[in-house]
């Protein structure tokens, strides 16, 4: 099953706000709607975003060059309507990369934009996979041990991408290789994406994992529960401060006082060169009601107000590493996004 494709002239995407109750497809041939799926996330994750921000490009210059009859049709309104979109969610820098590529194919036409969105997704496919290789082998050196136990936050599996996943993906290559223990999901407040979207991931694949309270993980972590924390990344910046769900942080601190490794997963779209420290990346505030309550039912008193940004940063000082799809970073021994090269994919 593929999260979000390109199915018959429109963008096809699993709605993961109906999950873990239902699984269903949208069909999504207007701007307006990708922008609300974006924003209500329907779709959600940074890979995910960044092909949906590509696949929008695509629709939108479909329409222009309909419209126009004749040639490549209005491309400033094209752009106009592109800025719209990469502004639609402010922190996974992957949506404004997505919707900024397919933009450069833009002067050859809709086809072409259409080709470079189609590169984007195939490509994610194959980063998840080998980014599932490079952090398995990674994680049983680190740990020196096989099978591993791992606690992970939100949900970076094959609903945030393509199809695999980026921590979770190195979770699911664990289990595939027999080298998972167990896993320990956070629910993740507010929005439950550990217990709506990763518990339903992991129950698919057959895996072992017992969901964990948010508040109980950095406990658990220190009562050696686990030997490794994933966490995948909205946006990583040039000095390898690395934005993810709220929730990241707490977890850093935790494994750190408990001497276990964290382990960032993300493709190499991730990361923004341009972002020089992590207090420089926007933190989306999505507002006070996803706080007081939960799929339409108050929890707080009426008239409470929340703060609630939806992520936050994990200084690099406290990751002992990054897995892309073609490198490891060991920021722990001192290695820099500058310095590392670039390998080959694997798998
Ligand atoms: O608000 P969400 O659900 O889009 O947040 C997603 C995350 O924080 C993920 O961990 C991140 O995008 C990486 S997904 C592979």
Known sequence: MRT???????IELVDQTLLPHRLEMRRVTQLPDLINDIQRLAVRGAPALGVAGALGVALIAADAQRAAGDGVGDL????????????????AVNLSWGVDRALTALNE?????????LTIR????????????????LTKELTGKDPVRVMTICNTGGLATVERGTALGVIQTLFEQGSLEE?????????LQGARLTAWELQRMGAPFRLVADSAGPFLLSRGIADAVFIGADRIAANGDS??????????????????????VAPESTIDMSTAGGADIEIEDRGSAEVTGFGGTRTAPEGTEAVNPAFDVTPHEL???????????????GQTLRDTPLGELRG
Not at 4 to 10: E, T, Y
Not at 122 to 130: F, G, L, N
Not at 319 to 332: C, H, K, M
């Open 76 to 91: 400033d309104e094209v752009r106009r309507q592109a800025t719209l979109l990469r502004e639609a969610r402010p922190t």
């Open 4 to 10: 979000i494709d390109w199915v018959d002239g429109a």
């Open 243 to 264: 934005a993810n769900k709220i929730g990241s942080f707490s977890l850093a601190l935790a494994a750190r006082h408990a001497g276990v490794p964290f382990i960032v």
């Open 183 to 191: 896993a320990f999901p956070l629910e993740t407040r507010p929005l």
């Open 319 to 333: 990751i002992t590493a990054i897995v892309t799809e073609r490198r490891v970073i060991l920021l722990q021994a």
């Open 109 to 117: 036409g809709a086809d072409a934009v259409l080709a470079e969105a």
């Open 122 to 137: 195939d490509e994610d496919i194959a980063a998840c996979v080998s980014m599932g290789l490079i952090g398995a082998e």
